[in-house]
């Protein structure tokens, strides 16, 4: 019988006013056991994960108790508990591009966790970074050791992040939505490489996800946070089976793969086509002689077209040119080719005579707090566009902001606000409600739904399709999340590199697909694993 590692018992995150973020939250974990710790945005999961490293604000005090096999956390010194991170306990962050240093070379960040927890120094402490990188998949290790983060692919840099988090030599190793925004090859990848390391190393992992997939498919048990409390806890296969709490059982019915596809939209003009569109980047200097290195081209020929009150689904590897490709079609780079949209070639105009059609063709991030100004209310955010544009009458638009506000399931009072007084969820229902704002008769989502959780990721997909309903509006929604292209897409286009392979009906790509690739992005996704749970 596996021996206990971690004891949780009873620990709260309290605030000076006595206002419990984590409440009495008790649980245990075996060597060499995958716990998933699984609820909403804002439950409390990553709050935990950071009171078990003791990374919490000063405002915050921590109670209970934390035992990791006979040391109690919370009674170390901040000296002690130095050794701990990195040392005992690993963690892997969400963001690794916020998490690594962008100004050191990834070969020395990995090198400093050496520095700090191990008596390597010198050439030994080189090659140990160097087998740490060929351990978690680094290709072309010694040209990549001086590497900069900005320099990897988001893969490769949350490889770094894993080796970063191994290299203590750690008996736990915390994971936090380690995969959110990787796309579902490369997602499958760093699974395959954290069961991996795990089966070898006799990891013992604590993995927070809103994936129900990835539960199915890693998970031993699982823990379910809801308002700061741990409201249930089972092996993975009574889990998903027999779970007693409503909250648990929603939890897993909006992660259920949708099986009914959306029709086709008929007869229906259309918005946009491109013809033979491409992208091309001019290749760099490089060596002594500054030799000029052939065009990159991101965006290949290119042929597709979006219908009124259409939505396509545009999906593929991270990479493959998918944010390129709508970058071209909001002239935000140079482009070859052809793209008409509402009758208007659009490619040869200049900025001038682009800027009436700025109105019709909106965007909607995947990051909407990185592309709001934090300085400016939601009011100001969203009312900005009809200004710029001249949309409505002046004397209308704040009453235009309160409806919109209304529209997408937001208090009007909540325009005086400022964007970090919102979840992730409501900011996604900002942003909508800002592309709206101008009346667009297309609406590029670019990965509108990666970083949300199941249930606020349904309700946004669900005003989504309401909007186009009663507006008539177009999406390109562009994802890497096959689960939800059923529900919200009418046809869908796969990009491999540069290239369009394959396209045609949501149920036609998705039942059938024709091409190999189709085929391997399909077989990647994480939602088979809760299929089979489920079976």
């Not at 796309?183 to 992992?205: C, H, N, W």
């Amino acid at each position: 019988m596996p021996t206990s590692l971690l004891a949780v018992e009873k620990l709260s995150v309290q605030l000076a006013d006595e206002r419990k973020l984590v409440d009495e939250v008790s649980f245990t974990m075996r060597k060499g056991e995958v716990f998933a710790l699984v609820g909403e945005s804002g439950s409390g999961k990553s709050l935990t994960a950071l009171a078990l490293m003791r990374l919490l604000p000063g405002n915050m005090q921590l109670l209970g108790r934390v035992s990791l096999a006979e040391s109690d956390l919370l009674s170390l010194s901040e000296a002690q508990m130095r050794q701990v991170r990195g040392g005992r306990i690993g963690m892997i962050f969400q963001e690794p591009m916020t998490a690594l240093n962008p100004l050191m070379r990834v070969g020395d960040q990995i090198a400093e966790v050496l520095q700090l927890q191990t008596s390597l120094r010198g050439s030994a402490q080189r090659q140990r970074v160097i087998e740490l990188m060929e351990e978690v998949g680094i290709p072309d290790v010694t040209e990549r050791y001086n590497w900069y983060p900005h320099q990897l692919s988001g893969g490769q840099k949350q490889r770094i992040m894993i080796a970063m988090a191994l290299a203590g030599e750690p008996e736990l190793l915390i994971a936090d939505e380690p995969t959110t925004a990787l796309d579902v090859t490369i997602q499958a990848q760093v699974l395959e490489l954290l069961l991996s390391l795990q089966q070898k190393r006799g990891l013992t992992i604590l993995f927070i996800t809103h994936d129900m997939g990835l539960v199915a498919q890693l998970a031993h048990r699982v823990g379910v946070m809801y308002k700061g409390k741990l409201i249930e806890v089972l092996p993975v296969e009574q889990f998903f089976k027999s779970a007693h709490h409503p909250y648990t059982r929603r939890l897993i019915a909006n992660a259920l793969p949708v099986t009914e596809f959306r029709s086709p939209v008929a007869h229906s003009e259309r918005v946009l086509s491109t013809e033979a569109l491409t992208v091309s980047f001019a290749g760099r200097r490089k060596g002594w002689l500054l030799r000029k290195q052939p065009d990159t081209i991101a965006v290949d020929s290119i042929h597709l077209h979006v219908n009124k009150g259409e939505t396509l689904a545009l999906v593929g590897e991270s990479g493959c040119g998918k944010t390129t490709l709508a970058q071209a079609l909001l002239k935000l780079v140079p482009a070859r080719g052809r793209i008409t949209f509402l009758s208007h070639a659009l490619v040869d105009m200049s900025e001038r005579e682009m800027r009436p059609f700025r109105k019709h063709l909106q965007v909607v991030f995947q990051d909407p707090y990185g592309a709001f100004n934090p300085r400016m209310t939601v009011g100001k955010i969203i009312r900005e566009g009809m200004d710029s544009l001249n949309v409505g009458e002046p004397s209308n638009r704040d009453a235009r902001v309160a409806e919109l506000l209304s529209l997408v399931g937001l208090e009007p009072a909540h325009a005086g606000r400022y964007p970090h007084e919102f979840s992730g969820g409501q900011r996604q229902r900002i942003g909508i409600a800002r592309a709206l704002a101008v009346e667009p008769s297309l609406i590029i989502c670019d990965e509108p739904t990666s970083a949300l959780d199941v249930t606020v990721r349904g309700q946004i997909l669900t005003l989504l399709d309401e909007l186009q309903q009663r507006m008539g509006v177009s999406y390109l929604f562009i994802t890497h999340d096959l689960s939800i292209v059923p529900r919200i897409a009418h046809r869908v286009a796969v990009m491999q590199a540069g290239k369009i392979v394959e396209t045609g009906t949501t149920e036609q790509v998705l039942t059938a697909p024709k091409e190999a690739y189709t085929q391997r992005l399909l077989a990647s996704a994480p939602h088979r694993y809760l299929q089979q749970r489920l079976a």
